[in-house]
């Protein structure tokens, strides 16, 4: 009997405006960050889209380090504003070689939806706008924020 293998479907592309608009635009929502990104940040989304690293590496990369540094167990000390977007590089150097499922980053972008800024327009509807039939409701991306 021959093996079956399933197909990925690929999520869509963005344009590079709107890579680099979606990266800068999440990373100012997160609890911790500034409210308005510096140049370096938009030249490292800019760096992140020419390396083709998917948005969604990107988005879980942030929500990880966002829901870490929210619900972490040490409460000791308080931890620093985040500066820079390039506090993330190394989870996304983690996802790099660990996989992380949609379903976790659904459930990362809801706990941390009441602690994200409401001033970011929704991304479902930027992403919607690529290619709609390239999205099922199980990867598109939803945001109340």
Known sequence: MPSVE???EKPPRLEPRAYIR???QLYVSLPHTPKKHRPDDRFLALHLQRRRVPFRQVEAAL???SARRLFRIDHTEPLQP???LRYFL???DELRYARIDNHYVDYLRRILSDFLSPKTPQHS???ASQDPDQTSPQTQLTFDW
């Open 90 to 92: 190394p989870l996304l």
């Open 125 to 127: 509807q930027l992403l």
């Open 63 to 65: 929500l990880l380090g």
């Open 6 to 8: 399933k197909s990925e």
């Open 22 to 24: 979606s990266v800068l």
């Open 82 to 84: 985040i500066r820079s």
